[in-house]
Structures are given as C-alpha cells and as structure tokens.
C-alpha cells in the first residue's frame, strides 16, 4: 500500500515570497491533515478535511495561509508571504474515515521549508 | 490543545524494557489514548491505541490506570531504532478527531 506522499521535501524560499506544498494521502482515505512542526516541538494541526470540506481551521494563520483540497482528494497548503517563523517541517496525515475507533493516521515524510 | 504531560527525555539500555509515562488527568470518558512515535526526519507512526483496557501489539504494550488519568507505553525489549520521540494524545471524541500532539519523551537507547 503506497503511503501519504508529499513535495517537495525541502524548500528554500526568502522572506515574503509565496510557496506551495502538495499532499497525495492513501487512496480512499476521507480525512486529511496538514500539521507545521517547529523545531523541537510537537506537530500543531493546522487545518483537517474531511473529503472537500474543512472540519477545523481553528489554528490556520489566514492571513497567510490558505489550504484546499477541491476533489477530496490531493490537497495544497499554500504560505503567501512567507515570514521568518514559517521556517518548520509540513507534514500531511490521513485516516480512512473520521471515525475516533479507526485505529491510526498515516503522515507522510513531510515538507522541511526554511524561510531566509 | 493538548492535554498529556510526558516526561521530556527518558534513557534505557538496550534489550531492556522502557516504560514511558503519560499523565492525562482531563481525559472525558470515550477519549482514546494513542501512542505514536517520530524517528529522526520522519513522520509520526502509529504505534498503539487504547480506552479502558491494556493493549497489547507487536510493537508495544499499552498499560491504562483504572482511573484512566495515565498510561504508560511499555517497550519490552528496547533496540537502537527504537530511539525517537513518543507522543501520547487524547483523541478526543467531541471535537472532531483531530490528533493534538505535546512535546513528547525523547527516548535515547544506549547501546
């Protein structure tokens, strides 16, 4: 079973530019999640869909970052400027249904990008 | 937000056991204890999951106080690739499913 796929796997962008990471989660799974991970902390959700539609934005900076996933399927998350603090890996995730008695999310490889 | 107190670092020897704790003291009844871990540049992995009862898998044992108020992940032979950090979480049953990660239990093996 091939895995949640993401690229690219590292980008170098400078302040205030645009950047782009894509999500290819595992065939037929209805929810995805897209996580930024700071250096030496946890994974902080930022946005989850379930199919086209968004369950939660909550913790999503929508100034500056957009996300969508127009065939519930593959999904973009976009940074549009880019800052300093943007600097973290982007790990894409899914689960086969939005259930919480499904046993676990799959994350893909993530998407180290370094703002300069 | 996440709602597990882990330890921030933990050692062992390898081929011993390792027991890493979790506190989660606000835990409502039908939220599900998870367990994954991060080896070094890779993504989470899913390594066991429980509600009231210990668990047991090929790669870890999951032991749930009565109360339901801690766990603890058992490792019962530790080997160098199991060096990562291991996140507990509350899937929460009332807002959605998301995961909320902590910090973590950065685990070294000591070979």
């Known amino acids: 079973e091939a895995g949640v796929a993401q690229s690219p796997r590292y980008k170098i962008i400078e302040k205030r530019q645009s950047v782009a990471f894509w999500c290819n989660p595992i065939?037929?799974?209805?929810?995805l999640y897209w996580y930024q991970q700071i250096l030496g902390q946890g994974p902080k959700l930022l946005i989850q869909?379930?199919?086209?539609?968004?369950?939660?934005d909550s913790q999503l900076p929508k100034d500056r970052f957009s996300a969508e996933r127009l065939k519930g399927v593959d999904s973009t998350l976009k940074i549009q400027p880019a800052k300093l603090e943007d600097s973290a890996v982007y790990l894409c995730?899914?689960?086969?249904?939005?259930?919480?008695?499904?046993?676990?999310?799959?994350f893909g490889q993530g998407t180290r990008l370094t703002v300069v | 937000d996440a709602k597990t107190t882990q330890p921030n670092s933990m050692e062992s020897n390898e081929e011993e056991p390792v027991h890493l704790p979790c506190n989660h003291s606000?835990?409502?009844?039908?939220?599900?204890i998870h367990w994954y871990r991060q080896l070094p540049s890779q993504g989470p992995e899913y390594v066991i999951h429980?509600?009231?009862s210990n668990v047991n898998n090929r790669m870890a044992s999951l032991a749930i106080a009565e109360d339901r108020k801690s766990s603890t992940l058992i490792l019962h032979r530790a080997t160098l690739r199991d060096a990562a950090v291991y996140y507990c979480?509350?899937?929460?049953?009332?807002?959605?499913?998301?995961?909320?990660f902590g910090t973590g239990t950065s685990l070294t093996v000591i070979p």
């Open positions: 995730a899914s689960t086969l249904v939005p259930s919480i008695r499904v046993t676990e999310a799959f």
């Open positions: 065939s037929g799974h209805a929810t």
């Open positions: 869909f379930q199919n086209n539609g968004v369950v939660d």
């Open positions: 606000t835990i409502s009844g039908t939220d599900y």
């Open positions: 429980g509600l009231t």
């Open positions: 979480i509350l899937r929460e049953s009332n807002t959605g499913n998301q995961f909320y």
